[in-house]
Structures are given as C-alpha cells and as structure tokens.
C-alpha cells in the first residue's frame, strides 16, 4: 500500500508563499494523476490542481499564475507551490493519488494539512 502525506501548511500573510508537501511512503509514480484538494469551512470540496502522467498539469481558474504544481522524482513527492496567498486560500489541503483502474490499491487520500493565510 502507497500513503500519501501532506506537510507544508501553516499560517502565512497574505501575498506570502508556501510549498506544500505530497509524500509518498511507496513510490508515488504508481499512480496515474497526484490531485491537490482543498476544503475551507463550510464550503465543498474543490479542485485546486491535478498533475496528469507526470507532465499535463490542470489548475482551477482561482489559482491560475499563483499556483504550480510539480514533481520531485529523488524525494518521491509532489509539490503545489503557492505564492500570492490570498485569505481565501484558506482552507485544509489534501492530495489524492489516482491509480490505475487494474490496480487493486485503489484511489488513495493523504491526511491533509491546514493553510491560513491572514495579516
């Protein structure tokens, strides 16, 4: 079984940067797409960024110039970037591994880790 934990989170002003952490405790290539989440409260679930085979990224329009997701193959992570912090940002952020439909793992989720960005 791969896990995936997130690391990175904390308070940070706004116009401030964070590089948030998805770390795979297997290797993380075994999955097909790595997707950040991110839910504030009250609110649903909503995409932030999804990075596809390893090279396609997609991002939501409210993080389009501001945020980038990437990979790191030596530390078996994946990256999301974020400079130009808005309060709205604010919200916990997840990562989602998604593997292969003949995989038996299945979809994984890692824990998530909390951003707030205020003055």
């Known amino acids: 079984q791969v896990q995936l934990v997130e690391s990175g989170g904390g308070l940070v002003q706004p116009g401030g940067s964070l590089r948030l952490s998805c770390a795979a405790s297997?290797?993380?290539?075994?999955?097909?797409?790595v997707t950040w989440y991110r839910q504030a409260p009250g609110q649903e679930r909503e995409l932030v960024a999804s990075?596809?085979?390893?090279?396609?990224?997609n991002y939501a329009d409210s993080v389009k110039g501001r945020f980038t997701i990437s990979r790191d193959t030596a530390q078996n992570t994946v990256y999301l970037q974020m400079n130009s912090l808005k309060p709205e940002d604010t919200a916990v952020y997840y990562c989602?591994?998604?593997?292969?439909?003949?995989?038996?793992?299945?979809?994984?989720w890692g824990q998530g880790t909390q951003v707030t960005v205020s003055s």
């Open positions: 297997g290797s993380i290539f075994r999955f097909i797409a």
């Open positions: 990075i596809i085979r390893w090279s396609d990224t």
């Open positions: 989602n591994g998604r593997t292969a439909r003949t995989d038996p793992q299945g979809d994984t």
